[in-house]
């Protein structure tokens, strides 16, 4: 997809006069609870006055990302672009038979705009966590009724974005999240079903990172990533700011493989509870990532059913060191892991013999396998001023590696045994009748234009708000390691969750239901705009 094709903002406009009220009513309230936040941003629930659509709102301060504006703005005109494909591609209804479609899965961008303090994007809410939380929470998950089909869904979503010339280059857990509750798990037994449908739920986001395959070479040089699911190529790149533009040349340029790599970390980190490349310090895990030496756990790999057989295989072949040979998004659709899930009749087995092949030693004991902690992106890490070693890398160093390996254990016997009660009626589900009732999917019209802030700059005037509270506190910072580094003063940006939106329209629980009744009544009695 080529973002040259969408118009090129005007945004963020820079020029405009709020003294001569050169300015837009905010067209949105807020909750001023947050459903999270990262190194640059604090998001929270928001709700459309006009249509009264809850979306998510990002608020990135633009202190924060002083002199780097270029990076949302790379952000934004991705995100537009996605969100055009989807629409284009959900419009055009073409028919298509596998049970994820990878458009479905993505991060949707519905409005922009900016304010004194911040740029701002309005995205699809997604208020039922992360899978990074799923995981915690369960100690592991199933192979065969959560890993295999969290792992085609994501599948389809990075090859939806290869194919469209979009490498994501932050694919993590912490990224994946939930849009909706569609059932529990106890219903989809009772369906008869054999995978667990909250895989309909699953959206990638986040695509500060995202970039365009076909762009600028020198942006798929660039150092960025979550330290624990880099690939070796990116690894190559570390320290490239330090070169000459003559040297920095001499690196080759990286592509949608880093996703793949990415996707095998994911998979694994799902299947087993921790990390396949976190060990003790950031130059060890450097070095098993560019040797492609992850563990295995011997007891796992003599699990000697075929899903976890094809689990293993699957994720050997993403860790392919060169990346030439790694397989792509399109081949691992038909690996037989995930292909149950895609209509792939007729299309030749690209695996050939490599479909038995397992890693087959155990590798170092310099693998940490403790709970991995909640891990920030470390984007572009030179360009934002902070020291390589500012990465997400987990430094859990206490307990011996037999410890940790007998609690995990525990943990997936546990999970493994609650999971296993309910028997599986039938077993097997026509992709080409079931995805479509099971999907949770559903194409959002596009709110009226006029209801819209369309990048423009909004300084609301508080004193006109119905229902404005004073700028809050918000909540404590998540415990990601960019926020520790924030905190001890290694960063110079300015920590987004000790101020206010800035937006001035940050209301309670309360106010926010009533503000939902209220412009719901006002709306359909008059239809008059709803004013601050
Ligand atoms: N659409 C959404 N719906 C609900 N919650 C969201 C949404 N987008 C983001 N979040 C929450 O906010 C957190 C931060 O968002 P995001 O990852 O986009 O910010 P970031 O500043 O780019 O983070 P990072 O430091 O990881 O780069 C997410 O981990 C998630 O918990």
Redesign the pocket.
């Known amino acids: 997809m080529s973002t040259a094709s969408v118009a090129e903002a005007s945004w963020p406009q820079g020029s405009v006069n709020p003294d001569a009220g050169d300015v837009s009513r905010c067209k949105y309230v807020i909750k001023d609870s947050?459903?999270?936040?990262?190194?640059?941003?604090?998001?929270k629930?928001c709700m459309n006055v006009y249509t009264r659509d809850r979306f998510?709102m990002?608020l990135?301060s633009k202190k924060t990302v002083e002199g780097k504006l270029w990076l949302i703005q790379r952000e934004v005109k991705l995100l537009k672009a996605v969100s055009a494909k989807i629409r284009e591609l959900e419009q055009s209804q073409a028919a298509c038979k596998d049970t994820f479609e990878g458009h479905h899965h993505v991060?949707q961008l519905f409005d922009y705009f900016e304010t004194n303090q911040n740029i701002v994007l309005v995205?699809?809410?997604?208020?039922h966590g992360?899978l990074y939380e799923k995981i915690i929470e369960a100690g592991s998950l199933d192979v065969s009724k959560q890993v295999k089909s969290y792992t085609a869904c994501l599948l389809s979503a990075i090859d939806f974005l290869h194919e469209n010339g979009v490498v994501h280059r932050?694919l993590k857990a912490?990224?994946v999240?939930f849009r909706c509750r569609v059932t529990e798990l106890s219903e989809y037994s009772r369906r008869g079903s054999h995978y667990d449908h909250h895989a309909h739920d699953l959206?990638l986001?986040?695509f500060?990172?995202a970039t365009n395959l076909n762009g600028n070479e020198n942006e798929l040089r660039e150092c960025v990533g979550t330290v624990s699911y880099i690939a070796p190529e990116v690894v190559r790149c570390y320290g490239i700011s330090r070169l000459a533009p003559s040297e920095a040349k001499t690196i080759p340029t990286y592509g949608a493989a880093i996703d793949v790599w990415a996707l095998g970390v994911l998979a694994y980190f799902m299947m087993t509870g921790y990390m396949p490349f976190d060990c003790e310090t950031d130059a060890e895990t450097k070095k098993c990532i560019s040797e492609g030496d992850y563990y295995v756990d011997e007891e796992l790999k003599s699990d000697k059913s075929l899903d976890s057989k094809h689990f293993w295989n699957f994720v050997h072949l993403c860790f392919t060191i060169d990346a030439s040979d790694r397989p792509r998004s399109q081949d691992l659709k038909k690996h037989p892991f995930v292909q149950e899930f895609f209509f792939t009749e007729n299309q030749p087995e690209p695996f050939g013999d490599r479909i038995a092949l397992v890693k087959s030693t155990s590798s170092s004991s310099l693998h940490n396998l403790g709970t991995p902690s909640r891990?920030?992106?470390s984007?572009s890490l030179a360009a934002l001023g902070r020291s390589e070693n500012g990465s997400s890398l987990n430094l859990i160093n206490i307990e011996s590696r037999d410890a940790k390996l007998d609690r995990v254990r525990e943990t997936l016997k546990k999970t493994l045994s609650m999971t296993s009660i309910a028997p599986l009626r039938n077993n097997y589900v026509d992709p080409a009748t079931q995805n479509k009732k099971n999907s949770t999917f559903k194409l959002e019209p596009m709110p009226p234009s006029n209801s819209l802030m369309n990048g423009c700059f909004s300084l609301t005037p508080e004193s006109k708000s119905n229902f404005t509270t004073s700028p809050v506190v918000s909540r404590t910072h998540s415990s990601?390691e960019?926020g520790r580094i924030m905190s001890t003063g290694e960063s110079n940006g300015t920590s987004l969750t000790r101020q206010s939106s800035g937006l001035g329209n940050e209301v309670t629980e309360d106010e926010y239901s009533k503000v939902a009744s209220t412009t719901q009544r006002s709306s359909r009695k008059t239809g008059a705009q709803f004013d601050f």
């Open positions: 947050q459903l999270g936040d990262g190194y640059f941003s604090v998001v629930e998510a990002k990135i991060l995205t699809q809410l997604c208020s992360d932050d912490e990224n999240l959206i986001a986040d500060g990172l891990s920030s992106s984007s990601t960019m």
